[in-house]
């Protein structure tokens, strides 16, 4: 039952998310073609055979197709869904209908038309964050040092955990998401850290090492790092007045490192011990302030009705995880905070395609199960999202959408970064590029695509089968 659900709201999130940025992509298109006197023939959410559709006043067909994995917005002088002009249906117009045409327009008219969709993913990107941030919120922790890893830059610094960053190079830091951006950012560039231990203010000077990570798109780019780690999971974030957790003294903040000595790094885990030890003393080991404590805490018994409507006894000791603060952002800086993350998530995608050929050359060599990713890891990924709630699916609509964006800037034929290089000939030689140029350039855009499929979809095969062996 529960590979069924999951089936279901991952086939469910993936169509709704490619339905919804691929409406906003191809509205770009549509209404900019709109404003500059294009007649639309088609707006397609899909490919294939009609589900449904209807006509709008101007005469546009809006239709559902058989497969949802894309769409497309048909000029009268189109000869195809992917915008190959037609110079025989052009030829056979007479001049009403050659006025509305797509190929009749001025070179900066085509160009914004083009341009329109990915623009219009990008800034729908920022909107969406920046709806997100103020109706939703972000959960963000304060900046505190969790785990600093052996031999790193900043365990080499002096930084211990229960540290509290204050600010880096002048900058305040409030939350650790303003602290990960700039050290990210910073890599082999000298930073003056200050920080907070046991109420005294210190400096230190800390030079990002490079740390390779897996970046948008399933490649991986290198980023500013001086090794710290995030280790929340077994921070506790609330202590609920009178239970055992709160007569044995654990406070929010203190992280849970072991129960009985056996080590605990999930919240989930801790609480599987607590649940089967009722009335049993157990001795935690904590972390406070950087020094290690032990305290002994018997779990109060709780009687309980699971799923299935059966009562049992578990064991309670009255503690939450520590989830972050929840910021919810005045408009003017929701958009701000929207235009930043937007930003990054464009630098990123820019940074993964600049990986895209060596990840490629990986996994035709079978080199790497994890050099790329295709449609099996967007489908996985927009279901973890969907299974996170709103905020994380809201998020990965907005990354998506980028992707979607910057992508179809490249200068691929049948690409609209394609159909802008060719405009960007127009426009220094005076004169558009060759009908036979051109077929070749959409030849070559063919199998470069086909190239990036193949890959994405053994990128996926090799994953799924490596996961198999290993499960093995």
């Given at each position: 039952m529960e590979l069924i659900s999951n089936f279901l709201l991952y086939a469910a999130s993936t169509l709704l998310m490619l339905t919804l940025?691929?409406?906003?992509?191809?509205?770009?298109?549509?209404?900019?073609?709109?404003?500059c006197g294009v007649r639309v023939q088609t707006f397609s959410i899909g490919f294939g055979r009609e589900i449904f559709g209807f006509y709008d006043r101007h005469g546009t067909r809006w239709c559902f197709a058989r497969w949802p994995l894309g769409g497309y917005v048909r000029f009268v002088d189109d000869e195809n869904a992917a915008s190959a002009p037609s110079r025989e249906a052009l030829e056979k117009m007479d001049a009403a209908a050659r006025s509305e045409a797509f190929q009749t327009k001025p070179l900066w008219q085509r160009a914004a038309v083009v341009i329109a969709g990915p623009l219009f993913n990008i800034v729908s990107a920022v909107l969406i964050v920046a709806l997100g941030a103020s109706l939703l919120g972000t959960r963000d922790m304060p900046p505190l040092v969790d785990r600093v890893e052996a031999g790193s830059v900043a365990a080499r610094a002096g930084l211990q955990?229960?540290?509290?960053?204050?600010?880096?190079?002048?900058?305040?830091?409030?939350?650790?998401?303003?602290?990960?951006?700039?050290?990210?950012?910073?890599?082999?560039?000298p930073l003056e850290v200050e920080f907070e231990r046991n109420g005294r203010r210190q400096t230190v000077q800390i030079t990002p090492d490079s740390l390779e990570v897996p970046a948008l798109l399933g490649t991986r780019v290198a980023i500013g790092d001086i090794g710290l780690r995030p280790d929340p999971a077994t921070r506790i974030g609330e202590v609920?007045?009178?239970s055992p957790a709160s007569k044995a003294g654990l406070r929010p903040g203190d992280r849970i490192k072991a129960i009985e000595g056996n080590p605990v790094d999930r919240f989930s885990g801790l609480t599987?011990?607590?649940?089967?030890?009722?009335?049993?003393?157990?001795?935690f080991t904590i972390e406070r302030d950087g020094k290690d404590e032990r305290i002994t805490i018997t779990p109060r018994p709780e009687t309980i009705r699971d799923a299935?409507?059966?009562?049992?006894?578990?064991?309670?000791?009255?503690?939450?995880?520590?989830?972050?603060?929840?910021r919810r952002h005045s408009p003017v800086h929701a958009i701000r905070y929207g235009i930043v993350e937007t930003a990054s998530l464009c630098t990123q995608v820019v940074q993964g395609l600049g990986e895209l050929p060596a990840a490629i050359a990986k996994v035709f060599t079978f080199q790497s199960q994890n050099a790329i990713g295709g449609p099996g890891a967007i489908v996985e990924m927009t279901g973890h999202a969907a299974k996170g709630g709103i905020t994380d699916f809201v998020r990965w609509l907005a990354i998506f959408s980028v992707m979607l964006g910057v992508m179809n800037l490249l200068p691929i034929p049948l690409l609209?970064?394609?159909?802008?290089?060719?405009?960007?000939?127009?426009?220094?030689?005076?004169?558009?590029?060759?009908?036979?140029?051109?077929?070749?350039?959409f030849k070559i855009g063919i199998a470069v695509i086909a190239t990036l499929m193949t890959a994405a979809f053994l990128g996926d095969a090799t994953r799924y089968i490596g996961r198999l062996i290993g499960l093995g």
């Amino acid at each position: 039952m529960e590979l069924i659900s999951n089936f279901l709201l991952y086939a469910a999130s993936t169509l709704l998310m490619l339905t919804l940025v691929v409406f906003i992509h191809e509205f770009g298109h549509f209404i900019v073609a709109r404003w500059c006197g294009v007649r639309v023939q088609t707006f397609s959410i899909g490919f294939g055979r009609e589900i449904f559709g209807f006509y709008d006043r101007h005469g546009t067909r809006w239709c559902f197709a058989r497969w949802p994995l894309g769409g497309y917005v048909r000029f009268v002088d189109d000869e195809n869904a992917a915008s190959a002009p037609s110079r025989e249906a052009l030829e056979k117009m007479d001049a009403a209908a050659r006025s509305e045409a797509f190929q009749t327009k001025p070179l900066w008219q085509r160009a914004a038309v083009v341009i329109a969709g990915p623009l219009f993913n990008i800034v729908s990107a920022v909107l969406i964050v920046a709806l997100g941030a103020s109706l939703l919120g972000t959960r963000d922790m304060p900046p505190l040092v969790d785990r600093v890893e052996a031999g790193s830059v900043a365990a080499r610094a002096g930084l211990q955990p229960g540290d509290r960053i204050t600010a880096v190079s002048g900058l305040p830091i409030e939350w650790t998401s303003d602290l990960n951006k700039l050290i990210v950012s910073s890599r082999g560039v000298p930073l003056e850290v200050e920080f907070e231990r046991n109420g005294r203010r210190q400096t230190v000077q800390i030079t990002p090492d490079s740390l390779e990570v897996p970046a948008l798109l399933g490649t991986r780019v290198a980023i500013g790092d001086i090794g710290l780690r995030p280790d929340p999971a077994t921070r506790i974030g609330e202590v609920r007045p009178g239970s055992p957790a709160s007569k044995a003294g654990l406070r929010p903040g203190d992280r849970i490192k072991a129960i009985e000595g056996n080590p605990v790094d999930r919240f989930s885990g801790l609480t599987a011990i607590v649940h089967k030890s009722a009335d049993k003393p157990l001795a935690f080991t904590i972390e406070r302030d950087g020094k290690d404590e032990r305290i002994t805490i018997t779990p109060r018994p709780e009687t309980i009705r699971d799923a299935k409507g059966v009562e049992r006894t578990i064991g309670l000791i009255g503690i939450g995880p520590e989830r972050g603060a929840l910021r919810r952002h005045s408009p003017v800086h929701a958009i701000r905070y929207g235009i930043v993350e937007t930003a990054s998530l464009c630098t990123q995608v820019v940074q993964g395609l600049g990986e895209l050929p060596a990840a490629i050359a990986k996994v035709f060599t079978f080199q790497s199960q994890n050099a790329i990713g295709g449609p099996g890891a967007i489908v996985e990924m927009t279901g973890h999202a969907a299974k996170g709630g709103i905020t994380d699916f809201v998020r990965w609509l907005a990354i998506f959408s980028v992707m979607l964006g910057v992508m179809n800037l490249l200068p691929i034929p049948l690409l609209d970064g394609g159909h802008l290089m060719f405009y960007a000939y127009e426009a220094i030689r005076g004169k558009p590029l060759g009908d036979r140029a051109q077929e070749i350039g959409f030849k070559i855009g063919i199998a470069v695509i086909a190239t990036l499929m193949t890959a994405a979809f053994l990128g996926d095969a090799t994953r799924y089968i490596g996961r198999l062996i290993g499960l093995g």
